[in-house]
């Protein structure tokens, strides 16, 4: 349950508590009122804790680890460079 859903559990008992004036046979609505302001209450508290938990699970950063990377020359290359000859128009294509 989020907090959100809490408080809107607690506002509506407050409102079945103290709003609500007419009665269901065998039901209190009064009762189930409080019944949920206290839901909410509880799911209130325990949503507070939930984030409470998650921003304390953070571990601690430890010293940075030093790599010790070693870099080589990459071996030269040979490249071969080919030159085209300028085409006339009048010579079919390739």
Request: glycine share 8%; no cysteine; aromatic share 8%.
């Amino acid at each position: 349950m989020t907090i959100a859903g809490s408080i809107i559990l607690i506002m509506l008992g407050a409102i079945l508590t103290w709003a609500v004036e007419f009665d269901l046979a065998g039901l209190d609505i009064n009762v189930v009122g409080v019944i949920l302001m206290l839901g909410g209450v509880a799911g209130l508290l325990f949503g507070i804790y939930r984030i409470s938990m998650t921003r304390r699970a953070v571990a601690p950063i430890d010293e940075p680890v030093h790599r010790h990377e070693v870099y080589e020359e990459p071996e030269a290359r040979r490249t071969t460079v080919y030159e085209e000859r300028s085409r006339r128009y009048d010579e079919p294509p390739l």
